[in-house]
């Protein structure tokens, strides 16, 4: 019985990286960061189960926690590198904006009723399919989110199923 060996395929071509201004970066630091603290994603894939992480961008030498800055959102942008940002501003407990992330079956489904739910409170969200599941996002100019609203909607997502009313 002899093994059977998997036909070679082309490697993934990269994509074309695109061009993104430090004004551009700059726009982009005006509406998602409320706080200069950040995490990086590795890489590569850990060895043994295939994922990424992140972890805090620290200084080499003195292993001080790195401030976010534009060139690292311009980089992010143009897809040399990703980056995770903290919605929360410790300061005031407010949000410019919310993601989350639906890595499961329903999670299109359960996140169309979260949509419902927001809009009643007139916050508006989009919903979109992702590879695994589906995402959903909002955002403000000014932080108008506050964190306990935020905390409140997902925990009442998370302990009952969609409604039917959802759009």
């Avoid at 690292?72 to 919605?87: D, F, N």
């Avoid at 005031?92 to 993601?99: D, E, H, I």
């Avoid at 739910?117 to 909002?138: F, I, K, P, W």
């Amino acid at each position: 019985m002899t093994a059977q060996v998997a036909p070679w395929k082309l490697p993934r071509p990269k994509p074309e990286l695109v061009p993104v201004s430090l004004e551009q970066a700059r726009e982009y630091m005006s509406w998602f960061v409320n706080r200069r603290a950040y995490t990086r994603q590795t890489d590569k894939p850990d060895e043994d189960s295939g994922k990424y992480f992140f972890y805090r961008v620290r200084d080499y030498k003195t292993k001080e926690p790195l401030a976010l800055d534009v060139e690292t959102i311009r980089r992010h942008l143009s897809g040399e590198l990703t980056i995770g940002l903290y919605a929360i501003n410790p300061e005031t407990q407010y949000s410019k904006w919310v993601a989350i992330d639906g890595d499961y079956k329903d999670a299109y489904r359960d996140l169309r009723g979260l949509r419902w739910e927001l809009q009643q409170d007139g916050v508006h969200a989009l919903v979109e399919m992702s590879r695994r599941g589906a995402t959903s996002g909002s955002c403000a100019r000014n932080p108008s989110l506050p964190s306990s609203a935020v905390s409140i909607y997902i925990t009442w997502r998370s302990a009952w199923p969609c409604r039917s009313k959802a759009s």
